[in-house]
C-alpha cells in the first residue's frame, strides 16, 4: 500500500486549500482513511477520518466546521478541502490508511500501518 499527499503550500489566514492523498492499493473501498498532522515541536495528531463503506467523516474539535473531507473509492483519492485556514493550522499533513481501525483507535496514529509522506501547509497571519 502506498499513499501520495499532495496540495499544500503557503497560504494567508482565511484563505482555503485542498489536499490530495492518491492511495496505490487494491480495494481501496475496504480501507479506513485519515488525515493527521504535524506541527513542529509537537506530536502528530488526528484531523479527519472517514471509515471503510461509510460516508461520514469524523473530525477534530479544532477543525470541525472548517474543514472537509472526501474520498473518491473510483479513483483511489482522498481529500481534505479545507477553509478559513488559521496561522494555528501551520503543520505537515499525513494521509495515512489501514483496513482494520476500530471506531475507538480512529484517533490514533499507532493505529495505522500505511502513511504518506504528508505535505506542508504554511499558513502566515
Known amino acids: 500500500v502506498q499513499l501520495q499527499a499532495s496540495g499544500g503550500g503557503l497560504v494567508q489566514a482565511g484563505d482555503s486549500l485542498r489536499l490530495s492523498c492518491a ?38 474539535d479544532s477543525v470541525k466546521g472548517r474543514f472537509v473531507m472526501s ?4 479513483r483511489n483519492m482522498v481529500y481534505l478541502q479545507m477553509n478559513s485556514l488559521k496561522p494555528e493550522d501551520t503543520a505537515v499533513y499525513y494521509c495515512a490508511a489501514d483496513r482494520q481501525v476500530i471506531s475507538s483507535s480512529l484517533f490514533t496514529p499507532s493505529s495505522y500501518d500505511y502513511w504518506g509522506q504528508g505535505t506542508l501547509v504554511t499558513v502566515s497571519s
Open 23 to 60: 492511495v496505490s492499493v487494491v480495494a481501496f473501498s475496504g480501507y479506513t482513511v485519515s488525515w493527521f498532522r504535524q506541527a513542529p515541536g509537537k506530536e502528530r495528531e488526528f484531523v479527519s477520518a472517514l471509515k471503510r463503506y461509510n460516508s461520514n467523516p469524523f473530525y477534530a
Open 71 to 74: 474520498r473518491d473509492n473510483a
